[in-house]
């Protein structure tokens, strides 16, 4: 796993985007892993302004969502379909009809969970997960106690991500229990995997991610087995990592034949 520690949301932005773009770049279609809420919204950001730039194409990409919640109709503001498709699809320059997010409306959902994970296995599965964490260190909506081998399935939202998942929706009422996931053993067949954190609510998740013990209470930990894993995180969310100096220094001293230079402000 790598650390990278950068002074604030805006440098965990660029340097992520720039850390997707390079992993697909120069694939024919590449395929992406697309997580959704507040965390990616910046690396988003800077992958439009690549792809306006020229300097990325991902017209001929495919693309998977983490997850959607279940029962919430499709083109319900706060569905991740539809958040998918306005903060992703549209402003990257995506064929929707590469695009996928699990049918949390489908009649069968235990089906609509198999048949998301052959879609991936038929796209050769995804090349770059893109990924942000829960305070509570879940990844995608595996909660805590999330089995390390899970697939693509039905979960129980925790009250803790429902609470945080509330400013989203008029009242908390209106926020769903229930979801359909990507499972751990799903994120980590992705063959790079980026996950973006910032603010000091991320600090302890991000602790216990990279220097706690591998846990199921700490879902996210599971990456420290990935072996193309990269962690960015601003000052605020590393304030709780015992080696955030050496991980400082790391960087700094990264040969330049291994370094990703992201795009210029």
Same mark, same amino acid.
């Given at each position: ?6 002074? /604030? ?8 985007? +720039?850390?997707?773009?390079?992993? =697909? ?18 690396t988003?950001r800077?992958?439009?302004?690549? =792809? ?32 998918? *498709?306005?903060?992703? =699809? ?8 590469? =695009?996928?997010? %699990? ?8 089906? +609509? ?5 052959? +879609? ?23 909660? %805590? ?14 009250? *803790? ?8 929706? /008029?009242?908390? /009422? ?17 063959? *790079? ?23 199921? *209470?700490?879902?996210g ?7 193309? +894993? ?7 969310a ?6 955030? /100096? ?11 034949w ?8």
């Amino acid at each position: 796993m790598e650390i990278v520690v950068l002074p /604030d949301p805006d440098s965990v932005a660029r340097l992520s985007a +720039a850390l997707v773009a390079d992993a =697909v770049r120069g694939k024919a279609e590449p395929v992406l892993g697309l997580a959704t809420g507040s965390s990616p919204l910046g690396t988003y950001r800077e992958l439009r302004r690549l =792809v306006e730039s020229g300097a990325l194409d991902l017209s001929r990409a495919s693309g998977f969502a983490l997850d959607e919640y279940v029962g919430i109709p499709e083109d319900h503001p706060q569905s991740y379909a539809a958040v998918i *498709r306005s903060e992703v =699809v549209e402003p990257l320059g995506m064929d929707p009809a590469r =695009v996928r997010v %699990p049918d949390g409306r489908a009649d069968d959902l235990e089906r +609509a969970c198999r048949e998301y994970e052959e +879609a991936i296995a038929a796209a050769g599965g995804v090349d770059v997960q893109i990924l942000g964490v829960g305070a509570n260190g879940h990844i995608g909506f595996n909660e %805590p106690t999330s089995s390390f081998g899970s697939r693509t399935r039905i979960k129980t939202l925790a009250e *803790r991500t429902r609470a945080d998942n509330a400013r989203f929706f /008029d009242s908390p /009422d209106e926020v769903p229990t229930h979801c359909l996931t990507q499972g751990l053993a799903t994120i980590l067949a992705a063959r *790079r995997v980026v996950l973006v954190a910032q603010g000091a609510a991320k600090a302890t998740a991000i602790g216990q991610i990279v220097e706690g013990p591998v846990s199921a *209470r700490w879902p996210g930990s599971i990456l420290q087995h990935h072996p193309a +894993a990269t962690v960015v995180v601003d000052e605020a969310a590393a304030a709780e990592l015992e080696l955030a /100096d050496y991980y400082r220094f790391v960087w700094e001293h990264k040969p330049s034949w291994q370094r990703v230079e992201p795009l210029p402000a």
